[in-house]
C-alpha cells in the first residue's frame, strides 16, 4: 500500500512566476532604498575625477544606432572601461560596437587600447516564443544578468529600452554600485515606457534621459537631450 503521505515536490509554472514577482520587489525595494540612502551623502571631488567603469547595454536594430549616436558625445576616457553587451542571437550590435571603438582609436579619441570588452547575453524570450516557456528562460537570463553584474561590477549603467530584454535588465539595477543613465526611446513622444515610468516613480535611475520635449513637460525630473537619431 502506498503511503498518501509522500509526495513529489515539482516546481509549477505558477510558482516560478511568483518567486519572479517576490524577487523583482525585493530588488526595486534594495534599489529605492539605497538610492535614499546614498542622495543623503556627498560627493567628494576626487571620486567624480577617476574614469568610471561602463556598462553599455545594446538592442537590436535602431536602439543600437540610438546609443552609438549617445556614445559619441561622450568623453570616452571618462567613461573606461567600457563593456559592451548584447543578446546572443544579436549578431550586428557588437560588431557595431567594435567598428565605433576601432575609428575612435584612428582618430586618437581614446587613449588606451583595449579598454572596450565585448559580451553577450542570454535572450530572455525570442520572437514567437510562448510566454509559459519564458519563464524558464527568463529565470536563466536573469540569472546571467546578475552574474555579469557582479563580475563587472561598473560604476555606470547606459540603457536604450527595447521590450523583449527590459525586463531581467531593469532587474539587475537592485546592484547597489552602479549609477543608472537610463534614455528613453525616441519611439516614445507622448508616455514614458513601462520600464522609464517605474524608473522615474520610484527614482530607481540617477538620470533619466527623454528625447521629446513634450516628456520632459509631463515628466518633470527628466532631462530633455534632444534626439539622437
Known amino acids: ?67 552609438i549616436n549617445l556614445l559619441n558625445v561622450l568623453q570616452k ?10 543578446a546572443a542571437t544579436d549578431n550586428m550590435s557588437l560588431q557595431k560596437a567594435q567598428v565605433l571603438e576601432n575609428s575612435w582609436l584612428n582618430e586618437g579619441g581614446v587613449e588606451e587600447v583595449g579598454s572596450a570588452k565585448f ?49 531581467y535588465k531593469l532587474l539587475i539595477l537592485g546592484i547597489r554600485w552602479s549609477y543608472i543613465f537610463y534614455v528613453e526611446s525616441i519611439a516614445r513622444v507622448r508616455r514614458l515606457s513601462l520600464s522609464a515610468l517605474l524608473l522615474y516613480k520610484l527614482r530607481m535611475a540617477n538620470q533619466l534621459f527623454v528625447q521629446w520635449p513634450q516628456l520632459k513637460s509631463k515628466y518633470h525630473r527628466a532631462h530633455y537631450v534632444g534626439r539622437l537619431m
Open 119 to 167: 559580451m553577450q547575453i542570454y535572450r530572455s524570450r525570442e520572437v514567437g516564443q510562448s510566454y509559459i516557456t519564458s519563464v524558464g528562460t527568463t529565470l536563466i537570463a536573469l540569472a546571467h544578468a546578475l552574474w555579469l553584474m557582479i563580475k563587472i561590477r561598473p560604476h555606470v549603467v547606459f540603457h536604450i529600452p527595447y521590450t523583449r530584454h527590459s525586463l
Open 77 to 86: 576616457n571618462s567613461f573606461t572601461p567600457r563593456y559592451y553587451i548584447a
Open 1 to 67: 500500500m502506498e503511503n498518501s503521505n509522500n509526495h513529489c515536490l515539482s516546481i509549477t509554472p505558477s510558482s516560478l512566476v511568483l518567486l519572479s514577482i517576490i524577487g523583482f520587489i525585493t530588488l526595486i525595494l534594495i534599489r529605492v532604498l539605497y538610492i535614499i540612502h546614498r542622495s543623503s551623502q556627498p560627493r567628494s571631488a576626487s571620486s567624480r575625477q577617476k574614469p568610471l567603469s561602463t556598462l553599455i547595454v545594446l538592442g537590436s536594430g535602431g536602439h543600437t544606432a540610438e546609443m
